[in-house]
């Protein structure tokens, strides 16, 4: 242990050294000035960011190859808009290697596109794999991946962005052809690089996790491949690779896609949400096929899209507007460890609020910071099984409304409340769809409770939700009424026209700008409380005035208001201006209609009028 302290302190010492000269060095043309990322690391069955627990999302680029149509996409342009705007953390630089117009054909050419990836990642600090992208590695002069890696790993070995990944997709080959391959060409990069993780291919189109497990590599820092498609690849992929970390390994799904394993095809939206549930509750990082505008159903770009980014709502796909919209609402890092006692348990008097991570004790779930009303963290990674226990005193015997804020991508969780232990069980209440894992709705159930001291748990039937807090009142009370609701301009599910830049405003963050006559922005799954009058206020710049927009139901069916827009004196001069309108109660998809341009848009605010 002392020994492997010692090296990793000598080892960030020179990384150091290394990143304050490239701080002073040019690459690619660019003044590489970006902060390092955390370092990536395998401890058990996890693939580790920084020490903790995360699941990373980002984007996958298509085949490198010369003449096959996605290189026009291997630019630094298109990295900086997946991270401003699809929010992503990884990208996937697929090199192809014997297919012509790749890495045989074009050494120089393919190892500069993905250096071009590469160096943008690390300029906006994100992670980035170099994908050796082949079905017949092992069959070829082991000595070509040796060489490439091996100088992979002396120009990008000292940043903590770089993943190597060995072998892309092994055809139905036998596991150990693989494991000799990836150990020669895994030693190859330790002589360089000796802990940057590493992701190797399994069988039959890297779906055979189950048999590496059974024989997994002896080095450190090994993840190795899965890889699914949504409308091929259901539950019975989930419980190989559930059956696979149970034996030890890290799985890394450094491709998959909403469609048919042949690339075509309709999103499968409901086999997607299950996958999504299922890397989010289990800490498995992910890269979605494929950055292209190819004519499939697997591209995230309609033909003829951009080849630098700036993409509008006719430019994605089905597939790309479903996956822009989950890496926009992708998890934050987790501080909880999976098991064990909370830090932050105090008994409770009831009536009165519980925040969910101050558990005395629980299993399976861990914290996250969260974007709901008034901040803190949030308990998040719940798979059915996993519970909290709360310590508290109950004033008076009788009926309680038991009200639990909750956000789920996907809807389908099912939660009860319970003795601690698991009997008697007070009730059971199934968790909705809020349309994001920090879009938050409140849902609530009426239980009889004993007066005194006592300890309640909250347990998991079926997961994929988060929880904030829970509050018990006597039965017909409202407990913490929601007063307002902040949308942040950018955080749109869909768009047209519209682009987002830095914002000068209070806070920071990103604005919506470019506003024309005709565009529009649409937020979906917003939840209104209670049906009645709501004041709508909006931050608003603009140089010369003349604006004007309505709140509507998403596709303008319905007009809630309408409202002009004054000159403020400069596109970063920023005011408040409000109109009143009636909503309904319940998650709405709300849009925002640009009828005459001229102005940005910071924020949203949706508060109640009492």
């Not at 809807?411 to 003795?419: Q, Y």
């Not at 039965?475 to 599910?493: C, H, K, M, R």
């Not at 987002?500 to 006559?517: F, R």
């Amino acid at each position: 242990m002392m020994y492997t302290n010692l090296f990793n302190l000598k080892k960030h010492l020179f990384q150091t050294s290394l990143k304050l000269l490239a701080c002073a060095t040019l690459i690619g043309g660019t003044l590489n000035a970006a902060a390092d990322v955390p370092a990536m690391s395998v401890q058990g069955n996890k693939v580790l960011v920084g020490g903790e627990v995360k699941s990373l999302g980002g984007m996958s680029y298509f085949w490198s190859n010369n003449g096959w149509g996605g290189e026009k996409y291997y630019n630094a342009s298109t990295v900086s808009y997946f991270k401003q705007d699809w929010k992503a953390s990884i990208v996937r630089a697929a090199m192809g290697v014997e297919d012509a117009g790749g890495y045989f054909d074009d050494p120089q050419g393919s190892k500069q596109k993905v250096r071009t990836i590469v160096d943008a990642a690390i300029a906006n600090d994100m992670y980035v794999i170099i994908d050796w992208h082949s079905h017949y590695a092992n069959t070829h002069d082991w000595a070509a991946a040796v060489q490439f890696f091996q100088e992979m790993a002396r120009d990008y070995g000292q940043y903590n962005n770089v993943i190597y990944e060995v072998y892309n997709e092994p055809l139905d080959i036998p596991w150990g052809h693989i494991k000799s391959y990836a150990e020669t060409v895994i030693d190859a990069i330790r002589a360089i690089d000796p802990d940057n993780v590493i992701v190797v291919g399994t069988p039959r189109w890297s779906q055979g996790v189950k048999e590496a497990s059974w024989d997994p590599i002896n080095r450190n820092n090994i993840a190795y491949t899965l890889h699914f498609y949504s409308g091929s690849h259901g539950q019975w992929l989930r419980n190989d690779a559930a059956e696979a970390m149970s034996n030890g390994i890290a799985l890394f799904v450094t491709e998959w896609g909403s469609v048919n394993a042949n690339g075509d095809g309709a999103v499968n939206e409901g086999e997607t949400a299950a996958w999504m549930n299922f890397m989010r509750d289990n800490g498995i990082h992910h890269a979605n096929w494929s950055v292209n505008d190819k004519a499939e159903g697997a591209s995230a770009l309609n033909p003829g899209a951009s080849a630098t980014g700036g993409w509008g709502d006719g430019d994605l796909t089905w597939s790309g507007h479903v996956v822009r919209g989950y890496l926009r609402d992708w998890n934050q890092i987790g501080s909880g460890n999976g098991n064990g006692n909370g830090t932050g348990c105090t008994e409770v008097s009831l009536p009165g609020t519980i925040e969910a991570e101050a558990y005395c004790a629980m299993d399976g779930i861990q914290t996250e910071n969260t974007n709901d009303t008034n901040g803190g963290s949030n308990v998040g990674y719940i798979d059915a099984g996993d519970w909290m226990s709360y310590s508290v005193n109950v004033a008076n015997a009788g009926t309680y409304t038991v009200s639990y804020r909750v956000a789920s991508l996907g809807g389908g969780g099912v939660l009860s409340i319970e003795n601690a232990g698991g009997s008697p069980v007070y009730g059971t209440l199934n968790v909705p769809q809020t349309g994001g894992w920090q879009e938050w709705t409140t849902v609530s159930h009426d239980i009889s409770l004993q007066a005194g001291q006592q300890n309640i748990g909250i347990a998991a039937i079926e997961g994929g939700f988060n929880i904030n807090w829970i509050a018990l009142t006597p039965a017909g009370t409202n407990p913490n009424p929601v007063q307002s609701i902040t949308l942040q301009a950018e955080d749109y599910s869909f768009m047209s026209g519209v682009q987002v830049e830095n914002t000068s405003d209070n806070g920071g963050g990103m604005n919506v700008g470019w506003l024309d006559a005709g565009d529009w922005l649409a937020y979906h799954g917003v939840n209104i409380p209670t049906s009645g009058q709501y004041t709508i206020t909006y931050r608003v710049a603009s140089q010369s005035g003349g604006g004007s927009l309505q709140l509507e139901q998403a596709g303008g069916g319905v007009v809630y208001g309408n409202l002009n827009v004054p000159s403020t004196g400069g596109w970063q001069n920023w005011v408040d201006v409000s109109h009143t309108v009636t909503l309904n109660a319940g998650v709405q998809d709300f849009g925002l209609g640009i009828t005459s341009g001229g102005f940005n848009i910071n924020w949203i605010k949706v508060e109640a009028i009492h």
